[in-house]
Protein backbone atom coordinates (compact mmCIF):
# COMPACT_ATOMS: atom_id res chain seq x y z
CA UNK A 1 0.00 0.00 0.00
CA UNK A 2 1.37 3.58 -1.21
CA UNK A 3 2.36 6.09 1.83
CA UNK A 4 -0.10 8.64 1.83
CA UNK A 5 2.86 11.55 0.98
CA UNK A 6 4.22 9.97 -1.71
CA UNK A 7 2.94 10.92 -5.20
CA UNK A 8 1.63 8.87 -7.62
CA UNK A 9 5.43 8.11 -9.06
CA UNK A 10 6.59 7.34 -5.81
CA UNK A 11 8.57 11.04 -5.57
CA UNK A 12 8.26 12.89 -1.71
CA UNK A 13 6.31 15.20 -1.64
CA UNK A 14 7.07 19.11 -1.99
CA UNK A 15 6.38 21.28 1.11
CA UNK A 16 6.00 25.43 0.94
CA UNK A 17 7.17 27.12 3.55
CA UNK A 18 6.17 30.81 4.22
CA UNK A 19 8.39 33.80 6.54
CA UNK A 20 7.05 36.06 8.09
CA UNK A 21 8.70 39.52 8.16
CA UNK A 22 8.54 41.59 11.45
CA UNK A 23 9.56 45.55 11.17
CA UNK A 24 11.99 46.59 12.92
CA UNK A 25 11.25 49.10 15.55
CA UNK A 26 11.59 52.92 14.90
CA UNK A 27 14.81 54.69 16.44
CA UNK A 28 15.27 58.83 17.01
CA UNK A 29 17.88 60.92 16.39
CA UNK A 30 19.85 61.23 19.21
CA UNK A 31 23.00 60.25 17.89
CA UNK A 32 22.79 63.27 15.75
CA UNK A 33 22.40 65.58 18.92
CA UNK A 34 25.78 63.72 20.75
CA UNK A 35 27.52 63.97 17.70
CA UNK A 36 26.64 67.88 17.10
CA UNK A 37 27.92 68.47 20.75
CA UNK A 38 30.93 66.68 20.19
CA UNK A 39 32.16 68.70 17.40
CA UNK A 40 30.82 71.89 19.30
CA UNK A 41 33.04 71.07 21.95
CA UNK A 42 35.86 70.73 20.06
CA UNK A 43 35.77 73.76 18.08
CA UNK A 44 35.54 74.84 21.48
CA UNK A 45 38.57 73.60 22.60
CA UNK A 46 41.25 74.42 19.53
CA UNK A 47 39.73 77.58 20.07
CA UNK A 48 40.73 78.20 23.65
CA UNK A 49 44.21 76.58 22.33
CA UNK A 50 44.59 79.27 19.82
CA UNK A 51 43.91 82.19 22.07
CA UNK A 52 46.31 80.90 24.84
CA UNK A 53 48.84 80.66 22.18
CA UNK A 54 48.48 84.32 21.20
CA UNK A 55 48.03 85.42 24.72
CA UNK A 56 51.07 86.84 26.51
CA UNK A 57 51.80 86.20 29.99
CA UNK A 58 51.27 89.42 31.58
CA UNK A 59 47.74 89.86 28.99
CA UNK A 60 46.93 86.27 31.02
CA UNK A 61 47.82 88.01 34.52
CA UNK A 62 45.67 90.56 33.62
CA UNK A 63 42.40 88.50 32.51
CA UNK A 64 42.92 86.73 35.92
CA UNK A 65 42.83 89.48 37.52
CA UNK A 66 39.94 90.55 36.10
CA UNK A 67 38.11 87.55 36.74
CA UNK A 68 38.86 87.02 40.41
CA UNK A 69 35.79 86.11 42.71
CA UNK A 70 35.06 88.06 45.34
CA UNK A 71 34.26 87.70 48.71
CA UNK A 72 31.37 89.35 50.83
CA UNK A 73 33.25 90.56 53.91
CA UNK A 74 31.47 92.73 57.01
CA UNK A 75 34.55 93.68 58.20
CA UNK A 76 36.88 94.58 55.36
CA UNK A 77 35.56 97.70 53.01
CA UNK A 78 36.98 98.49 49.96
CA UNK A 79 37.78 102.32 48.70
CA UNK A 80 34.22 103.66 48.25
CA UNK A 81 31.15 103.51 49.28
CA UNK A 82 29.90 101.89 46.53
CA UNK A 83 31.92 99.02 47.01
CA UNK A 84 32.17 98.89 50.59
CA UNK A 85 31.87 95.17 52.06
CA UNK A 86 33.88 93.55 49.10
CA UNK A 87 37.13 92.99 48.84
CA UNK A 88 39.29 90.88 46.38
CA UNK A 89 39.98 87.38 47.34
CA UNK A 90 43.49 86.00 48.13
CA UNK A 91 43.32 83.52 45.32
CA UNK A 92 42.17 84.13 41.78
CA UNK A 93 41.46 82.37 38.95
CA UNK A 94 44.01 81.18 36.13
CA UNK A 95 46.60 81.51 39.41
CA UNK A 96 49.64 79.22 39.66
CA UNK A 97 52.08 78.24 42.05
CA UNK A 98 54.84 79.97 39.51
CA UNK A 99 52.84 82.83 39.13
CA UNK A 100 53.17 86.60 40.55
CA UNK A 101 52.51 87.32 43.91
CA UNK A 102 48.57 89.04 43.63
CA UNK A 103 48.11 92.37 45.36
CA UNK A 104 44.56 93.45 46.57
CA UNK A 105 43.58 96.52 45.10
CA UNK A 106 40.40 98.46 45.14
CA UNK A 107 39.88 99.18 41.51
CA UNK A 108 41.93 97.21 38.87
CA UNK A 109 44.89 99.16 37.51
CA UNK A 110 46.82 97.12 35.25
CA UNK A 111 45.40 98.76 31.75
CA UNK A 112 46.54 102.16 32.88
CA UNK A 113 50.17 101.22 34.29
CA UNK A 114 51.19 98.91 31.47
CA UNK A 115 49.50 102.18 28.91
CA UNK A 116 51.83 104.49 31.27
CA UNK A 117 54.73 101.87 30.89
CA UNK A 118 55.16 101.53 27.10
CA UNK A 119 54.23 105.36 26.78
CA UNK A 120 57.53 105.94 28.95
CA UNK A 121 59.49 103.16 26.94
CA UNK A 122 58.26 104.56 23.79
CA UNK A 123 59.16 108.10 24.58
CA UNK A 124 62.82 106.87 26.05
CA UNK A 125 63.20 104.88 22.53
CA UNK A 126 62.37 108.18 20.71
CA UNK A 127 64.80 110.03 22.62
CA UNK A 128 67.60 107.83 22.02
CA UNK A 129 67.08 107.54 18.25
CA UNK A 130 66.97 111.35 18.19
CA UNK A 131 70.42 111.77 20.40
CA UNK A 132 72.25 108.73 18.22
CA UNK A 133 70.94 110.82 15.39
CA UNK A 134 72.46 113.57 16.67
CA UNK A 135 75.83 111.97 17.48
CA UNK A 136 76.36 110.37 14.01
CA UNK A 137 75.64 113.53 12.19
CA UNK A 138 78.32 115.32 14.35
CA UNK A 139 80.75 112.45 13.74
CA UNK A 140 80.22 112.53 9.98
CA UNK A 141 80.83 116.19 10.08
CA UNK A 142 84.27 115.76 11.46
CA UNK A 143 85.13 113.41 9.59
CA UNK A 144 84.27 115.63 6.15
CA UNK A 145 86.42 118.13 8.04
CA UNK A 146 89.55 116.12 8.76
CA UNK A 147 89.21 114.38 5.24
CA UNK A 148 89.25 118.25 3.66
CA UNK A 149 92.56 118.92 6.01
CA UNK A 150 94.04 115.84 4.18
CA UNK A 151 93.62 117.02 0.89
CA UNK A 152 94.73 120.64 1.27
CA UNK A 153 97.87 119.17 3.02
CA UNK A 154 98.31 117.65 -0.12
CA UNK A 155 97.44 119.92 -2.58
CA UNK A 156 99.69 122.67 -0.29
CA UNK A 157 102.56 120.51 -0.71
CA UNK A 158 102.07 119.34 -4.00
CA UNK A 159 101.72 123.15 -5.53
CA UNK A 160 104.46 125.20 -3.15
CA UNK A 161 107.61 124.74 -5.19
CA UNK A 162 109.42 124.56 -1.96
CA UNK A 163 108.06 122.09 -0.31
CA UNK A 164 108.46 119.63 -3.42
CA UNK A 165 111.81 118.52 -2.17
CA UNK A 166 110.53 117.33 1.07
CA UNK A 167 106.83 116.22 0.14
CA UNK A 168 108.00 112.60 0.77
CA UNK A 169 108.94 113.31 4.32
CA UNK A 170 105.34 114.09 5.16
CA UNK A 171 102.85 111.28 5.36
CA UNK A 172 99.27 111.84 5.85
CA UNK A 173 96.36 108.84 5.97
CA UNK A 174 92.99 108.47 7.46
CA UNK A 175 92.89 105.85 10.36
CA UNK A 176 89.85 104.97 12.94
CA UNK A 177 91.47 107.09 15.62
CA UNK A 178 91.43 110.07 13.58
CA UNK A 179 93.97 112.08 10.79
CA UNK A 180 97.20 110.50 11.24
CA UNK A 181 100.21 113.17 9.80
CA UNK A 182 103.96 111.70 10.16
CA UNK A 183 106.77 114.37 9.50
CA UNK A 184 109.82 111.41 8.54
CA UNK A 185 113.26 111.40 8.15
CA UNK A 186 114.95 110.59 4.84
CA UNK A 187 118.42 109.76 4.07
CA UNK A 188 119.51 113.01 3.12
CA UNK A 189 117.35 115.22 4.57
CA UNK A 190 116.90 114.65 8.12
CA UNK A 191 114.44 116.27 10.20
CA UNK A 192 116.07 116.26 13.40
CA UNK A 193 120.11 117.02 14.14
CA UNK A 194 121.85 113.62 14.69
CA UNK A 195 120.90 111.63 17.95
CA UNK A 196 119.51 115.19 19.29
CA UNK A 197 116.02 116.73 19.52
CA UNK A 198 116.66 119.49 17.37
CA UNK A 199 114.61 120.85 14.57
CA UNK A 200 115.98 121.27 11.49
CA UNK A 201 114.56 123.87 9.16
CA UNK A 202 113.05 121.05 6.57
CA UNK A 203 111.26 120.13 9.85
CA UNK A 204 110.42 123.39 10.46
CA UNK A 205 108.57 124.38 7.41
CA UNK A 206 106.90 121.15 7.28
CA UNK A 207 105.76 122.01 10.80
CA UNK A 208 104.76 125.34 10.14
CA UNK A 209 102.39 124.39 7.53
CA UNK A 210 100.79 122.00 9.51
CA UNK A 211 100.25 123.81 12.42
CA UNK A 212 98.49 126.45 10.30
CA UNK A 213 96.42 123.78 8.21
CA UNK A 214 95.00 122.12 12.03
CA UNK A 215 95.07 125.12 14.29
CA UNK A 216 91.56 125.93 11.73
CA UNK A 217 90.21 122.15 13.11
CA UNK A 218 88.46 121.55 16.46
CA UNK A 219 89.83 118.09 17.39
CA UNK A 220 92.08 117.14 20.21
CA UNK A 221 96.17 117.07 19.16
CA UNK A 222 98.71 113.77 19.92
CA UNK A 223 101.62 113.72 19.82
CA UNK A 224 104.44 110.87 19.88
CA UNK A 225 107.77 110.63 19.29
CA UNK A 226 110.01 107.72 17.85
CA UNK A 227 113.24 106.39 16.75
CA UNK A 228 114.83 103.97 14.78
CA UNK A 229 116.79 100.92 16.79
CA UNK A 230 120.59 101.93 16.83
CA UNK A 231 120.67 100.96 20.34
CA UNK A 232 121.28 104.70 20.91
CA UNK A 233 122.38 105.09 24.92
CA UNK A 234 124.02 109.04 25.51
CA UNK A 235 124.42 107.81 28.98
CA UNK A 236 122.22 105.44 31.41
CA UNK A 237 119.47 108.09 31.80
CA UNK A 238 119.50 109.48 28.31
CA UNK A 239 118.61 106.97 25.71
CA UNK A 240 116.12 106.87 22.93
CA UNK A 241 113.21 107.15 25.46
CA UNK A 242 113.81 110.39 26.30
CA UNK A 243 115.55 111.43 22.96
CA UNK A 244 112.16 110.67 21.04
CA UNK A 245 109.99 112.48 24.26
CA UNK A 246 111.95 115.77 23.96
CA UNK A 247 111.80 115.69 19.87
CA UNK A 248 107.49 114.93 20.89
CA UNK A 249 108.47 118.36 23.07
CA UNK A 250 109.90 120.15 20.46
CA UNK A 251 106.71 119.42 18.61
CA UNK A 252 104.64 120.49 20.13
CA UNK A 253 106.12 123.89 21.04
CA UNK A 254 106.89 124.54 17.22
CA UNK A 255 103.06 123.76 16.18
CA UNK A 256 102.07 126.28 19.24
CA UNK A 257 104.30 128.80 17.47
CA UNK A 258 102.68 128.28 14.02
CA UNK A 259 99.11 128.87 15.62
CA UNK A 260 98.22 125.43 17.62
CA UNK A 261 96.39 126.63 20.85
CA UNK A 262 98.29 124.86 23.31
CA UNK A 263 95.09 123.45 25.56
CA UNK A 264 94.26 121.43 22.07
CA UNK A 265 97.23 119.13 22.75
CA UNK A 266 96.22 117.01 25.38
CA UNK A 267 98.95 114.24 25.07
CA UNK A 268 103.05 114.04 24.06
CA UNK A 269 104.74 111.17 24.18
CA UNK A 270 107.84 108.83 23.35
CA UNK A 271 108.03 105.63 22.50
CA UNK A 272 111.48 104.80 21.13
CA UNK A 273 111.66 101.96 18.76
CA UNK A 274 108.88 100.16 20.27
CA UNK A 275 106.50 101.34 16.99
CA UNK A 276 108.66 101.05 13.77
CA UNK A 277 106.96 102.27 10.69
CA UNK A 278 109.65 99.90 8.32
CA UNK A 279 110.09 96.92 11.12
CA UNK A 280 111.70 94.88 8.10
CA UNK A 281 114.49 97.86 8.16
CA UNK A 282 114.67 98.77 12.02
CA UNK A 283 117.63 100.96 11.54
CA UNK A 284 115.93 102.99 8.70
CA UNK A 285 115.59 106.82 8.98
CA UNK A 286 111.91 106.32 8.06
CA UNK A 287 111.30 105.10 11.45
CA UNK A 288 112.98 108.35 12.89
CA UNK A 289 109.44 110.48 12.25
CA UNK A 290 107.18 112.29 14.74
CA UNK A 291 103.18 111.29 14.69
CA UNK A 292 100.71 114.15 14.94
CA UNK A 293 96.76 112.67 15.46
CA UNK A 294 94.02 114.72 15.17
CA UNK A 295 91.65 112.47 17.28
CA UNK A 296 87.69 112.15 16.81
CA UNK A 297 85.34 110.68 19.65
CA UNK A 298 85.50 107.37 20.48
CA UNK A 299 83.08 105.17 18.83
CA UNK A 300 83.99 107.09 15.08
CA UNK A 301 85.78 105.39 11.90
CA UNK A 302 86.94 106.44 8.59
CA UNK A 303 87.95 104.47 5.96
CA UNK A 304 90.67 104.64 3.43
CA UNK A 305 94.52 105.52 3.81
CA UNK A 306 96.33 108.01 1.82
CA UNK A 307 100.16 109.34 1.60
CA UNK A 308 100.61 112.83 0.24
CA UNK A 309 102.86 112.91 -2.53
CA UNK A 310 102.60 109.49 -2.93
Same mark, same amino acid.
Given at each position: M?D ?6 ? /??P??L *???K?I???G?GGA????Y?D ?14 L?? *??E????GI /????A???V ?11 K?L????D???R?? /?????? /?VA??T?G ?5 KE ?7 E?E?HT??A?A ?7 E?L?KAKE???Q????L??YK????SL?IE? *????L???VL?Q ?5 F???S?K? *????R????LV???I?T?P ?5 TG ?6 F?K??D ?5 LS?M?A???R??L???G ?5 V ?8 T?L?D?R ?9 I?I?L?I ?7 G??EA??
Amino acid at each position: MADAFEGDDG /SPPLIL *TKKKKIPAEGHGGAWKIAYADFVTAMMAFFLLLWLLNA *TTEEQMYGI /SQYFAPTSVAEDETAVGEALKGLALAVDGAMRSA /SARPSV /SVAVPTYGEEAKGKEAGVERKSEEEVHTNEAKAQQQQEEIELLNKAKEQLRQSIEELPDYKEIQDSLVIEM *TPEGLLIQVLDQQKKPMFGPNSAKL *TSNSRRLLALVGSIIATLPNKVSITGHTERNGFSKSHDFTNWELSGMRAIQTRQWLINAGLPAARVVEVEGRADTELLDPRNPESPRNRRISILLEIPKGDSSQGTDEAGK
